[in-house]
């Protein structure tokens, strides 16, 4: 009856969200390429790649966040067993289109199939895993369901359960104490998780705290680092310029670092605004915000690797595409990381972190509860109350070299010694794969 319910449910509410995916894929470019897939429907160059002989790990990231974080499973993986095949899953068309970038054959990039029980028969028929790794909370009934009818183990590795989750959770406690015994293993990231997913069902014996894989994030390519740095140079000779980058930034945190820099420039000529919001498509609105303000910009989509430096160095480089953000960090002096100031929940602050840039962020960290811990703890950032604070923290790290050096030092001291979770989850991954 459970499963019944949960399966006649589910189609209602997609068919309530499909005027929001039309609409997205009327806003965004490339949204609707592949959509096929999100039904187990796949193209001649997919089928081709899922037909080759072994059966692949199917790993399951849903986003741009969990997709680095696959990305390192996937190194680790293959480097304990090289003739290893993946299918990498996403369900947002960012992530989609970072995976397309990142991954290449033999493996594959596909859409993660809607959770119905026809087209989750089809997509594990196609795909033929021997294993299915579910990142963070991935939690989808019917994949679940089939896989173990199948004989298919399923993992959840770096297992994250949010406070917000967590109460979604337990109001469908009914379903998840059916369907978390049916995951073999659980390796997740703190106690608090642990005892979040026993609550919500899961077996003790299958549950292992591993830590989080976040911080085994692999050092940002030195291309990636060379390509920003002579963006950056065309814009500000490097002995004449201070950077400030505003990373992942959601609706209303350009306003702040905008108004924010009107009052910094006065004391920093020099300063370089950088924005890399966190959806691209948003550009025209952040360049309402900053025209508004009567700042001279560059947009990145507009100035390629081969442009000319433009006649008048431009106050703020709005970086409106797609898988820099990384380069951009590690060329700051000061980084502040978005959805942390008017958002709820915050993004990964271990990226700049790796490359030992000071680190400053809003009150809402929410989805990163652990790891902001960590860094509180370490002393590796500052973490501002309100608005108010964060521009005085801004304002005065600018102004203060030695204490952005040591702030800097200790996020790359804390992602050192807090790495190996992913090494250990791989191993899981494997034991399960081969037993």
Known sequence: MIWWIYNFIFPIVFLFLLPHYLMRM????????????????YGRAESELLDAPGQPIWIQAVSVGELSIALSFMDELRRREPGIRFVLTTNTS??????????????????????????????LRRIRPAIVVLIENEMWPNLIRTAEKRGIPTIMVNGRISENSFKGYRKIRFITRDLLPRIRWFCVQSAADRDRLLYLGAPPEKVEITGSAKYDLPATPPTAVVRAQNVLAKLRPADRRLILVGGSTWPGEEDFLADLYGIAKAQHPELLLVLVPRHAERR???LEVLRARNLSVVQRSQFPDDASPPAQPPDVLLVDTTGELRGFYANADLVFVGKSLTEVGGQNPIEPARDGKPIVVGPHMENFRVIAADFTAARAWIQARDADDLRSHLLRLLDNAPERARLGEAAAALVARSAGATSHMSERILALKNR
């Open 26 to 41: 009327l806003r965004r470019g490339g949204y609707a390429r592949d959509f096929s897939q999100r039904f187990g429907c």
């Open 94 to 123: 960012t992530g989609h289109a970072l995976a397309l970038q990142k991954v290449h054959a033999p493996d594959v990039t596909l859409y993660f199939p809607m959770d119905v029980p026809l087209v989750m028969r089809r997509a």
């Open 284 to 286: 025209e609105a952040v």
